[in-house]
T-cell receptor, first 115, second 109 residues
Framework: DGGITQSPKYLFRKEGQNVTLSCEQNLNHDAMYWYRQDPGQGLRLIYYSQIVNDFQKGDIAEGYSVSREKKESFPLTVTSAQKNPTAFYLCASATTSTFSTDTQYFGPGTRLTVL | QKEVEQNSGPLSVPEGAIASLNCTYS??????FFWYRQYSGKSPELIMS????GDKEDGRFTAQLNKASQYVSLLIRDSQPSDSATYLC?????????FGAGTILRVKS
């Protein structure tokens, strides 16, 4: 089955802890994205990567970090510097080409709660 | 600041009616537009994409794009209770998508 997987589905973090959210895709997509969704709000871009070993900050990168060592994987670390991390985290991937539509497809999400 | 605006709703329609969802965007240079459906507690799933002015139909769904007015809409014909969800409009700016906050649709049986 081709698709995007995220783990864990639910994650609980204590104050001051770093946690890492996993995102894996087997769609052979070049680009991967991390979004955060808060209740009643749209998706806000945290980080994105167009190619292995390269990534860019999105609109709300403070308190987060990422790596892109493999094409299939784009883990997100929520650090203790992120003051309000409780949210629904969504990973997406897309093909990249100058003339392509770059449609993004989403994984099932991870719901992070700070205790 | 690239913006995408949607009426938050809820939009309530009776079963079998046409639901009309609207979205406006701020940047005239945008070329790609997307509608996603998101059920409560789930991730967004793509319904349609549209790139040219006019209408694009896919089953019960029709996307309409008017670049001059910076307006994109989604029509759902013969609405079903299973269409009840939040509908997200997304506009591509460069390598990124900017999402609206979504419109809640409720289809009453």
């Amino acid at each position: 089955d081709g698709g995007i997987t995220q783990s864990p589905k639910y994650l609980f973090r204590k104050e001051g802890q770093n946690v890492t959210l996993s995102c894996e895709q087997n769609l052979n997509h070049d680009a991967m994205y991390w979004y955060r969704q808060d209740p009643g709000q749209g998706l806000r871009l945290i980080y994105y990567s167009q190619i292995v070993n390269d990534f860019q900050k999105g609109d709300i990168a403070e308190g987060y970090s990422v790596s892109r060592e493999k094409k299939e994987s784009f883990p997100l670390t929520v650090t203790s510097a992120q003051k309000n991390p409780t949210a629904f985290y969504l990973c997406a991937s897309a093909t990249t080409s100058t003339f392509s539509t770059d449609t993004q497809y989403f994984g099932p999400g991870t719901r992070l709660t700070v205790l | 600041q690239k913006e995408v605006e949607q009426n938050s709703g809820p939009l309530s329609v009776p079963e079998g009616a046409i639901a009309s969802l609207n979205c406006t965007y701020s940047d005239r240079g945008s070329q790609s537009f997307f509608w996603y459906r998101q059920y409560s507690g789930k991730s967004p799933e793509l319904i349609m994409s549209i790139y040219s002015n006019g209408d694009k139909e896919d089953g019960r769904f029709t996307a309409q794009l008017n670049k001059a007015s910076q307006y994109v809409s989604l029509l759902i014909r013969d609405s079903q209770p299973s269409d009840s969800a939040t509908y997200l409009c997304a506009v591509k700016y460069g390598n990124k998508l900017v999402f609206g906050a979504g419109t809640i649709l409720r289809v009453k049986s």
